[in-house]
């Protein structure tokens, strides 16, 4: 056998016991008559010592040649430590080798393969497999194991079935680009990889499971950022005769399970907010609720002075600062160049400092006075010693200025504390979106959508204002999981599409299976899916979800380890039928 036990696993009780261990050597002290080497596998260190005295001259000429990642295998005896290492689980514990097996010498490898190491993050992305070794990935990947556990344990225990569903389908339009792969038994035709599991699970509730889950990779040809992969991971779940409150405690039941499970925090109800709500107060539609700085909007306090800027503005919204009345002239200017950064895009912002004697100081005292900015602070919960900032113009864009802000100026305070968790339902979404520059409407989440009871014949007379039977779930203002109760029968899923331009041939070409199938009994149905990469990346205290991917790919979307994309030779094109017109 390669080993008795493992690296991380020996301790004072196992002393005067013979061992076998394998793994890779982290570094080796050589004192000429005599050598220390630390060895490591996925569960720990164990130190090794040869000693001249007492190791053969073959096993130590052996052991001074042992360089940083060799994998070997010794035997030998377990030894109390001279020098104890308490900040080691196998610190009281040494190995005195008396026997050594060089498995696979390694080159020295190109970054230090320790929690703090020297290589950058392109070096790192390149040799992942070295990477992976490092304790903060592999420790990831082992925390992504075990939140994975949890939500097939829950589900499994709520009844559920997982069901796989295909990876080769129809391109179907779902919001993003697909990315499409070429048949070469049907010539000129494609498959798309999915972008979600979204009808077939629609028509695993026709076929009857009841619930179903899938732990599933999906895939989006979209532009990447820290929280987004071309191909990322579900836990994608469906369930039949169910309301939406169904489906929100079933979620909420998840969450809080593994929020106890892995974080041991225990979590009552969820609050509830609604999409109007959300944009008004916090100015985007998944906020971060563990700290205050709600929105203040101004315009009824701030309109009826010659300041033309405000006059002029569709919407006046401020936010109060904690302790932002102490801010040097120097530092709110930082803050003013930060939201005309063109990420944000505001023109400028106002500001006012509410002193701690009650007294105010603003950028724009020439046409406001303290009565005037006495009603600012009141419109936005300010108390003695906060700053006002406040942004002007159109709504939607204003509203998204002021949230960048927000999160920026808690991220400057510690009010984004990691370990905390405030989970919330968003809910009452609009159910279409309009895209302003063709003026046509599209689904906010998908075509599948139902209108909330009651509102369907609103789509004719003012379909802006129907909402979508639809559900977030935000967690750390991150949004996790998202869903809707589903359309279940062919009239009102023909009338969906009719509104959002399919003519009848379209829907029936991309959708004529799914309508055909809700001929035949379709029930009730809904569902939700949460992002696991990002689920996993909060719970464990990160920002970035390639941090718990295996193999993740970089801005452009590229595998810089096995270098893909990649072009393919011409005789695979010939065999496909295909022929690129690469234009330089």
């Not at 164990?46 to 060799?70: C, P, Y």
């Not at 998908?446 to 039977?469: C, I, M, R, W, Y």
């Not at 009719?498 to 035949?520: I, V, W």
Request: proline share 4%; hydrophobic share 40%; aromatic share 10%.
């Amino acid at each position: 056998m390669y080993r008795s036990q493992t690296c991380g696993q020996l301790r004072s009780s196992d002393i005067n016991k013979e061992v076998i261990l394998s793994g890779w050597v982290q570094k080796v002290r050589d004192k000429g008559f005599m050598i220390w080497a630390d060895l490591r596998d996925r569960y720990g260190i164990t130190q090794l010592i040869f000693d001249e005295e007492r190791t053969s001259k073959e096993i130590m000429d052996q052991a001074k040649s042992l360089g940083r990642e060799f994998v070997i295998q010794i035997q030998g005896k377990v030894i109390e430590r001279s020098s104890k290492n308490p900040n080691m689980p196998t610190g009281d514990i040494e190995i005195l080798v008396t026997n050594l097996v060089i498995l696979n010498k390694a080159l020295l490898p190109p970054f230090t393969i320790e929690d703090q190491t020297d290589g950058g993050e392109d070096i790192r992305m390149k040799y992942r497999y070295l990477d992976i070794r490092r304790n903060p990935v592999k420790n990831n990947l082992i925390f992504r194991h075990k939140v994975t556990m949890e939500v097939r344990k829950y589900l499994s225990d709520q009844a559920f079935i997982e069901v796989e569903t295909p990876y080769l389908i129809k391109s179907t339009p779902e919001g993003a680009r697909d990315f499409v792969v070429p048949s070469r038994m049907n010539e000129g035709q494609f498959y798309a990889l999915p972008q979600s599991p979204q009808t077939f699970k629609q028509l695993l509730m026709v076929g009857g499971m009841d619930k179903y889950f899938q732990i599933v990779k999906c895939f989006r040809d979209e532009d990447l950022r820290a929280d987004r992969q071309p191909e990322f991971t579900q836990i994608d779940c469906e369930m039949a005769f169910v309301e939406q409150e169904d489906i929100l405690h079933v979620f909420e039941g998840l969450t809080r399970h593994l929020l106890k499970e892995i974080k041991g925090i225990e979590i009552g109800d969820f609050p509830r907010m609604t999409y109007d709500d959300a944009m008004q107060k916090y100015g985007n539609d998944k906020p971060d609720i563990r700290f205050g700085m709600e929105f203040g909007e101004l315009n009824a306090v701030a309109q009826h002075k010659d300041f033309a800027i405000f006059n002029d503005a569709e919407l006046v919204v401020g936010i109060a600062v904690p302790g932002g009345a102490a801010y040097t002239r120097k530092e709110i200017d930082a803050l003013i160049d930060w939201v005309k950064r063109p990420q944000v895009g505001a023109k400028g912002m106002v500001y006012a400092k509410y002193n701690e004697d009650g007294s105010f100081k603003s950028s724009v005292d020439k046409f406001y006075d303290e009565k005037d900015l006495s009603l600012w602070a009141e419109a936005t919960n300010a108390k003695p010693g906060d700053l006002i900032c406040v942004l002007s113009g159109e709504t939607h864009k204003t509203r998204t200025q002021l949230s960048a802000l927000r999160m920026e100026l808690a991220q400057r305070l510690g009010l984004r504390n990691k370990d905390e968790f405030a989970p919330l339902w968003v809910v009452d979404f609009p159910l279409l979106e309009l895209d302003e520059e063709t003026g046509h409407y599209h689904a906010m989440h998908h075509p599948f959508t139902s209108p909330k009871p009651g509102q369907l014949e609103l789509l004719d007379s003012d379909p802006g204002a129907v909402k979508a039977n639809a559900y977030d779930l935000v967690l750390n203002g991150n949004e996790i999981g998202g869903g809707s109760i589903r359309i279940h029968d062919k009239e009102t899923q023909a009338t969906m599409f009719r509104h959002l331009g399919f003519t009848e041939e379209e829907a029936k070409s991309q959708f004529g299976f799914l309508m055909d199938a809700f001929q035949y009994g379709a029930p009730p149905h809904g569902g939700l899916a949460f992002g696991l990469d990002r689920l996993v990346a909060i719970l464990g205290g990160q920002e970035t979800i390639r941090d718990f991917i295996a193999f993740p790919k970089n801005n452009s979307g590229r595998d810089v380890m096995i270098d893909a994309p990649a072009f393919i030779d011409d005789a695979q094109l010939k065999e496909l039928n295909l022929k690129l017109d690469i234009q330089s």
